[in-house]
């Protein structure tokens, strides 16, 4: 096969024929990826304490560790058990998860589970789920896991600082039966740290209130803590992407040049029926599952080299001006033959549209403000976190939630604890039902969603995944009761 034959290079109509009509039966055994294909992209995985298979039990330790981020230097990393990302947490839904967390940092942390649908104890929110471990101390987490989905962890003190030093991981809850066809799995955690000279963190306050604002970047742009790793591919042989965004502020816009990737999940696990998009954003806190059938396009043929392409995204205010792309991944392809992927199965999820006949209205805006010293603050309907209120919802309750943005900034919406479905963006409702938990809030638009406060009682947190925005104010809680 040459590339111009197949049809995947052909654009999303015809990479979604692709879908259901891979190979043939009688192909004979297909071809596997290339020997040590995600050697240099393999998070590390972390011992399993608990012989029982449905008790995935772990030590996890915050400490300061010092990683060769950029070559001939050191820096000392903000990390769980050492490594950047932390290790990477797998198992299946419904297994339970105990993590023996021990805080050996200089300052308190915790870890938030993001996307998880457990009790409001386990959130990991200081003053509302758990006292903040303090340097020394240690804490157990202890939940059942769910929902099969990506999901990641991360802490939820001074998080743009801790985040933006390196404290996050991924967590991938598999389902109890996953289709084989969907292809050899990669978990890809894209992130950037500020990295100095010498080798040092740059300083948490980089750039002073214009970097709150605008939503710190770090100069290094990292997939699974590496500079421009590479992942080797067969052309034509499916892989599964895992992705997840864990900068604290970066927009991350990818592109496959003449490849385009198949989403079928999102947050919480499989959405309606496989999408196919040429480029992905991942706002701060968005995660995608996509299938991607790697094509070398006729430009790239000669050195069998594509990268993985970062397009600077208009986030408002000049967030994308004068920044040329990046390349964050390069995908190797191997000789000899070519790949042929097997059938996909029919990946469609029955998802019921949100019910929005009887549900409680709640409206709140993101605002722009200032302290009373006079320095900026950002806030829910005029007021910073720390002077609000809390939104109130009966157990049970169906809600209807429109928020709007009033910023010249994009705002990723994040709610702790439900997914939600999102009924509009700025009036357009999604193409595809799915289960979100963060979604995007352009300049000036307006995201309503729908949610159901079905279960588990307790204070739950929302707001802006861009923790600058979040730690200056961008925050506020909803009481279940
Ligand atoms: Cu990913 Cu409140 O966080
Ligand atoms: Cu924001």
Redesign the pocket.
Same mark, same amino acid.
């Given at each position: 096969m040459t590339w111009t034959s197949v049809s995947r290079g052909g654009g999303v109509a015809a990479a979604l024929m692709m879908l259901g009509c891979g190979s043939d039966a009688d192909a004979g055994p297909p071809p596997s990826q290339p020997p040590g294909w995600d050697d240099e992209v393999r998070l590390t995985t972390p011992q399993d304490l608990n012989p029982d298979p449905h008790v995935l039990e772990l030590n996890i330790e915050a400490r300061v560790t010092d990683l060769e981020i950029l070559p001939g230097l050191t820096t000392p990393a903000w990390t769980y058990n050492g490594a950047l990302p932390g290790p990477l947490i797998r198992a299946k839904k419904g297994a339970r998860l105990v993590v023996h967390f021990k805080n050996s940092l200089p300052e308190p942390t915790t870890i $938030?589970w /993001?996307g998880l649908r457990i009790p409001a104890a386990m959130d990991g929110?200081p003053d509302h789920s758990q006292a903040a471990v303090e340097p020394g101390a240690t804490f157990d987490y202890d939940f059942v896991l769910p929902d099969a989905g990506t999901y990641?962890y $991360?802490p $939820?003190f001074a998080?743009a600082g801790q985040v933006g030093d390196g404290l996050y991981g991924a967590l991938i809850v598999e389902d109890t039966v996953e289709p084989e066809e969907l292809g050899d799995e990669t978990v890809l955690v894209f992130s950037d740290i500020g990295v100095n000279d010498d080798g040092s963190l740059y300083p948490r306050d980089t750039g002073g209130e214009l970097g709150t604002l605008f939503g710190r970047e770090g100069n290094v742009h990292l997939v699974n803590g590496k500079v421009r790793p590479t992942l080797h591919v067969r052309a034509g042989l499916r892989q599964r992407w895992r992705l997840i965004n864990a900068a604290k502020s970066r927009f991350e816009q990818l592109e496959l040049p003449g490849n385009t990737f198949i989403r079928i999940g999102g947050e919480g696990g499989f959405i309606e029926a496989p999408e196919a998009q040429s480029r992905l954003v991942l706002a701060p806190?968005q995660r995608a599952d996509v299938l991607v059938e790697p094509t070398l396009p006729q430009e790239h043929a000669a050195e069998r080299r594509l990268p993985l392409r970062w397009i600077a995204y208009d986030r408002g205010f000049g967030t994308d001006y004068n920044r040329p792309d990046e390349e964050l991944l390069e995908l190797r392809f191997a000789t000899g033959s070519d790949g042929r992927s097997a059938a996909l199965p029919s990946l469609s999820r029955d998802i019921a549209p949100p019910l929005l006949e009887g549900a409680t209205p709640v409206d709140i805006s993101l605002t722009l403000g200032t302290t009373v010293e006079g320095g900026v603050a950002m806030g829910i309907n005029g007021v910073p976190a720390w002077e609000a209120g809390h939104l109130l919802a009966r157990l049970g309750e169906h809600q209807l939630w429109t928020v709007r943005n009033t910023f010249d900034w994009d705002h990723p919406f %994040?709610l /702790?604890g439900f997914f939600f479905q999102v009924v509009d963006v700025d009036g357009v409702a999604p193409a595809v039902r799915e289960w979100r938990d963060?979604v995007n809030v352009p300049v000036g638009g307006t995201l309503r969603f729908a949610v159901e406060f079905d279960e588990r009682p307790g204070m739950w947190?929302f %707001?802006c $995944?861009v923790l600058d925005h979040?730690d200056i104010g961008m925050m506020g809680t909803v009481h279940v009761q």
């Open positions: $938030h /993001h929110v990641w $991360h $939820h998080s806190g %994040h /702790h963060t947190m %707001h $995944h979040a």
